[in-house]
């Protein structure tokens, strides 16, 4: 099994940035087996959408919120991927979820970090 623990939410102003981090932890044959991993989010009342994902030749998919102010990184050694979001908005409020998928099309989820903008 594959554990996502994603951390690092808060609260942040508007126009302020945030990192947040999300780890695999668990079996790490199962580890080694991640094809892709990101970000979706969800808003009160509002349904999950992505922010981004990204595969093990650094392609990624930005979702429309995310373009041109979030970014990603990674940590191999660590087994750690990094959403670091820029110029925030009071409509980035929203839980943020560690994503993963495996070559075998197995899919987990963080436990979610909240992410709160707001003056």
């Known amino acids: 099994q594959v554990r996502l623990e994603d951390s690092g939410g808060g609260l942040v102003q508007p126009g302020g940035s945030l990192r947040i981090s999300c780890e695999a932890t668990g079996d790490i044959k199962k580890i080694d087996t991640i094809l892709s991993m990101g970000w979706y989010r969800q808003a009160p009342g509002k349904q999950r959408e992505l922010v981004l994902v990204t595969d093990n030749f650094d392609r990624t998919t930005y979702g429309d919120s995310a373009k041109g102010r979030f970014f990603t990184s990674r940590d191999d050694d660590k087994n750690t991927i990094y959403l670091q979001m820029n110029s925030l908005e009071p409509e980035d409020t929203a839980f943020y979820y560690c994503?993963?998928?495996?070559?075998?099309?197995?899919?987990?989820w963080g436990q979610g970090t909240q992410v709160t903008v707001s003056s």
């Open positions: 994503y993963a998928r495996t070559k075998l099309n197995e899919e987990y």
